[in-house]
């Protein structure tokens, strides 16, 4: 929602068989999107088609940045969601469309880099982050009801739905992170009292 994901946008999913890709892919079909996305196996990146992902990309043999602008012919995408940071950065500013947006929501690869800023200005890009756990409780609210009027209807008519891995009980909170931690997962690792 923050990043205006339009109907006939690009859309570059890093991540594409995490919890937030997998609905990220979901959300971005449902709204018109050609979606990309990252993922390092052959296996994660065919889940990623079958939920709807255009152009899978293993990040692990191929240079992301060449590849969309390849499938974009030449001109970049219009918007990127990116759980890496900073050691994606630069990559992902030179893999934006003119007035594209990089919405960063988390620091795998790191929080500290330099960038080349003649790469913002020419293209007008927009760098964004988020987090929801510093927000406060009436901003929270706004973003359950944005949710709740712009993704909850694609969920309530099956469009939309949640990928879930595996299920924990609390007491086994360390099992379930040493599997997320190990990246070998497809979707959400969820904790249950």
């Not at 088609?49 to 590849?67: H, P, Q, S, T, W």
């Not at 939309?160 to 040493?178: N, T």
Request: hydrophobic residues 40%.
């Amino acid at each position: 929602m923050m990043s205006r994901l339009s109907a006939g946008e690009t859309f570059l999913v890093h991540g594409g068989s995490s919890g937030i890709g997998t609905f990220a892919i979901q959300i971005a079909k449902n709204k018109g999107a050609t979606v990309l996305v990252t993922a390092g196996s052959e296996e994660k990146l065919a889940f990623c088609k079958k939920l709807g992902a255009d152009v899978c990309i293993n990040y692990k043999r191929e240079d992301f940045v060449a590849r969309a602008k390849e499938e974009t012919g030449g001109k970049g995408v219009d918007v990127i969601l990116d759980c890496i940071g900073a050691s994606y950065l630069q990559r992902n500013l030179d893999s934006l469309n003119f007035d594209g947006r990089l919405f960063i929501i988390g620091f795998q690869g790191g929080a500290v880099t330099e960038i080349k800023l003649n790469t913002l200005l020419p293209k007008r890009l927009t760098v964004q982050g988020a987090a929801l756990r510093p927000r406060s409780t009436e901003n929270k609210a706004m973003v359950v009801s944005e949710v709740e009027k712009n993704v909850w209807p694609a969920v309530a008519a099956g469009k939309v739905k949640p990928i879930i891995y595996k299920s924990f009980p609390l007491s086994e909170a360390g099992e379930a992170h040493r599997l997320m931690e190990s990246s070998e997962h497809i979707g959400k690792i969820l904790l249950v009292p």
